[in-house]
């Protein structure tokens, strides 16, 4: 590493050796913190969660496996944080995102961020991609799916014996948020379905974007209500931007 101090300011550089792309570059000064990394080998969540802010809140959603790859470009003042990010977040446990008990969501997924645009602490775009194989879903899991982000039932919406949690192939699902709103999209395209079972589709993509906010709800505990009852909907729903009218 290499820390370097003058005019007012102070730069610190961290690398592999021997050279790689892999580095991380900090520069602290009366006008705040600047950030440039680019990690290539998988970095635990809760590490990169301890700079990032939000802390355990959102590492601890994503579960004590989960490790991030990616870059980073971005600015911290006394407004939060600005910049750009784009990487994986692999090793997510889906039980941890949706606590209540119960195996509402079971499985193991990944989380490519293509791009997330932030601005004062708050997100303004982001284009993700969620993939899982198979596991398991609650019924009421996806009412609210529904119900809060106008995700459609598909043929095979109901268990024909009112099995919950259903047992499902996998889920495959675009998540676009921007100035209009949410959106949920099924990665590989109209009609191919957001989450499968046994061949079927059991949900398809939302029709029209919501407010950005319910998707807070989804982090929230079995029988809550939709507002921050756990401490990571409370965080999400602070840097999410303010819903739009609808």
Do not use: K
């Amino acid at each position: 590493g290499e820390c370097v101090v003058g005019e007012g300011a102070r730069a610190v550089r961290l690398r592999r050796e021997p050279a790689t792309a892999e580095e991380i570059r900090l520069r602290f000064g009366a006008d705040g913190l600047a950030v440039e990394a680019t990690l290539e080998a998988a970095v635990p969540a809760a590490v990169v969660a301890a700079f990032t802010g939000g802390g355990a809140a959102w590492s601890d959603a994503l579960g004590s496996q989960a490790v991030v790859r990616g870059t980073v470009q971005a600015t911290r003042d006394g407004g939060g944080w600005t910049g750009t990010a784009a990487g994986v977040i692999e090793r997510i446990d889906l039980a941890s995102v949706c606590p209540g008990g119960g195996g509402r969501l079971q499985g193991e997924a990944a989380l490519t961020v293509a791009g997330l645009d932030v601005a004062a602490g708050r997100v303004e775009r982001c284009d993700l991609q969620l993939t899982a194989g198979r596991g398991a879903i609650a019924q009421d899991l996806l009412d609210h799916l529904v119900s809060s982000l106008g995700c459609r039932p598909g043929p095979a919406y109901r268990a024909v014996g009112g099995d919950s949690p259903r047992r499902v192939d996998g889920l495959a699902c675009r998540i676009l948020l921007d100035a209009d709103g949410l959106r949920l999209r099924a990665s590989a395209g109209p009609g191919s379905g957001l989450v499968r079972s046994q061949g079927l589709t059991v949900l398809e993509e939302s029709a029209a974007p919501v407010p950005p906010t319910r998707l807070a709800w989804l982090l929230s505990p079995a029988g809550r209500p939709p507002v921050p009852a756990a401490e990571a909907s409370g965080w999400l729903i602070s840097v999410l931007p303010a819903d739009p009218a609808f």
